[in-house]
Antibody, heavy 118, light 110 residues
């Protein structure tokens, strides 16, 4: 059974840094396409970043240069390093993975809340 | 402001068929697959349709997807009260070189 568990959210001041983690089980992180998707309070979904099985990474323009997606193959874990945080980065951050059948974001975690506020 | 345009709301009565549209451009929907997700309040989204018109295992055939040129649609037939949720389309955008979501459509079952 595929499971994704996000951790690392919290309250942080503008300009600060935070590192989110997503512990995966039931599949092999290095062989998967994995994404971060966020949702501001009362707003819609916003795709943040994806890392492909080959290691290529892609980012939304809103986070490019500030966020870095990575994975720890030995721990089967996905990370999102968030620097220079802004108030508009506030929201629930979901980790999600595609499956081998080409089903984008077939599995999701429960999300972790990030609040950027002074 | 999303590059994919969805109506903010839609509604129908139980048993009815409703459609939700997703409008894009040649740089996104026009050249890539479309995916649809449903999100109930306070929960993570769930994949409903992948690669334009394919249903994952476990998704009822009441849900169907289609795509034509730079637009896509999600149709829900035999509407039920539990279909009341937010629905999102998504695709790859060649211009921004990333995945994009529509703004979402809140479906109300009257």
């Amino acid at each position: 059974e595929v499971q994704l568990v996000e951790t690392g959210g919290g309250l942080i001041q503008p300009g600060g840094s935070l590192r989110l983690s997503c512990a995966a089980s039931g599949f092999n992180v290095p062989k998967s396409y994995m994404s971060w998707v966020r949702q501001a309070p009362g707003k819609g979904l916003e795709w943040v970043s994806v890392i492909h099985s080959g290691g290529s990474t892609y980012y939304a323009d809103s986070v490019k240069g500030r966020f870095t997606i990575s994975r720890d193959n030995s721990k089967n874990t996905l990370h999102l390093q968030m620097n220079s945080l802004r108030v508009e980065d506030t929201g629930v951050y979901f980790c999600a993975t595609d499956d081998v059948l080409g089903q984008w974001l077939a599995y999701w975690g429960q999300g972790t809340l990030v609040i950027v506020s002074s | 402001q999303s590059v994919l345009t969805q109506p903010p709301s839609a509604s129908g009565t139980p048993g009815q068929r409703v459609t939700i549209s997703c409008s894009g451009s040649s740089s996104n929907i026009g050249g890539n697959f479309v995916y649809w997700y449903r999100q109930l309040p306070g929960t993570a989204p769930k994949l409903l349709i992948y690669r334009n018109d394919q249903r994952p295992s476990g998704v009822p055939d009441r849900f169907s997807g289609s795509k034509s040129d730079t637009s896509a649609s999600l149709a829900i037939s035999g509407l039920r009260s539990e279909d009341e949720a937010d629905y999102y389309c998504a695709t790859w955008d060649n211009s921004v070189n990333g995945r994009v979501f529509g703004g979402g459509t809140k479906l109300t079952v009257l």
